[in-house]
């Protein structure tokens, strides 16, 4: 079974950092893309970015809103995906999901980490 | 970026009703359009993907339809347990969601 399990949200404070994990289970994780996704309390989903496998270069691609702030990476020996966030803003504060893959629907999603910035 | 849009944003409609959510995009996406169930509190259901693909384990009152730039979700003979916010996402380009439609059950 597919299992995916974010951890590591928590409050900060604007303008710090906060990293992420995705822990994966039920698969071959270095076969597989992984992306992460957000939403705002109350709001819409929004994409956040994500990270190819080895095989495709293990490249990454990000959102616009997040792009020089954040960074995925991964680590295949321990089937975990990282979203290091710095410079956080107070319009980061959202639930961050990660889910297996790049494209077409995903199927695959985390119960999801909290992450709240605020002073 | 691919816009989506999502009408209506919300609908109140009572048990056994049909329920048709649309999704107009900026520009074509061929089929590459997927939608989701998001309950209060949980994370986002897979529900169809790459148009009209329902997906495994989705009861077939769901469905979808459409190519190019607009696509139907239909919920055939509504249950108490498809109050939701239902979501579409195109993977053509960078993802994209639409603003998403709440459903309420009477």
């Known amino acids: 079974e597919v299992q995916l399990v974010e951890s590591g949200g928590g409050l900060v404070q604007p303008g710090r950092s906060l990293r992420l994990s995705c822990t994966a289970s039920?698969?071959?994780?270095?076969?597989?893309?992984m992306s992460w996704f957000r939403q705002a309390p109350g709001k819409g989903l929004e994409w956040v970015g994500f990270?190819?496998?080895?095989?495709?270069?293990?490249?990454?691609e990000y959102a616009a809103s997040v792009k020089g702030r954040f960074t995925i990476s991964r680590d295949d020996s321990k089937s975990i995906a990282y979203l290091q966030m710095n410079s956080l803003k107070t319009e980061d504060t959202a639930v961050y999901y990660c889910?297996?893959?790049?494209?077409?629907?995903?199927?695959?999603w985390g119960q999801g980490t909290l992450v709240t910035v605020s002073s | 970026e691919i816009v989506l849009t999502q009408s209506p944003d919300f609908q109140s409609v009572t048990p056994k009703e049909k329920v048709t959510i649309t999704c107009r995009a900026s520009q074509s996406i061929g089929t590459n359009l997927h939608w989701y169930q998001q309950k209060p509190g949980q994370s986002p259901k897979l529900l169809i993907k790459s148009a009209s693909q329902s997906f495994s384990g989705v009861p077939s009152r769901f469905s979808g339809s459409g190519s190019g730039t607009d696509f139907t979700l239909t919920i055939n003979s509504l249950e108490a347990e498809d109050a939701a916010t239902y979501y579409c996402h195109q993977s053509s380009s960078f993802p994209t969601f639409g603003q998403g439609t709440r459903l309420e059950i009477k």
């Open positions: 039920g698969f071959t994780f270095g076969d597989y893309a």
């Open positions: 889910t297996r893959g790049a494209a077409a629907g995903r199927a695959y």
């Open positions: 990270i190819r496998s080895k095989a495709y270069g293990g490249t990454t």
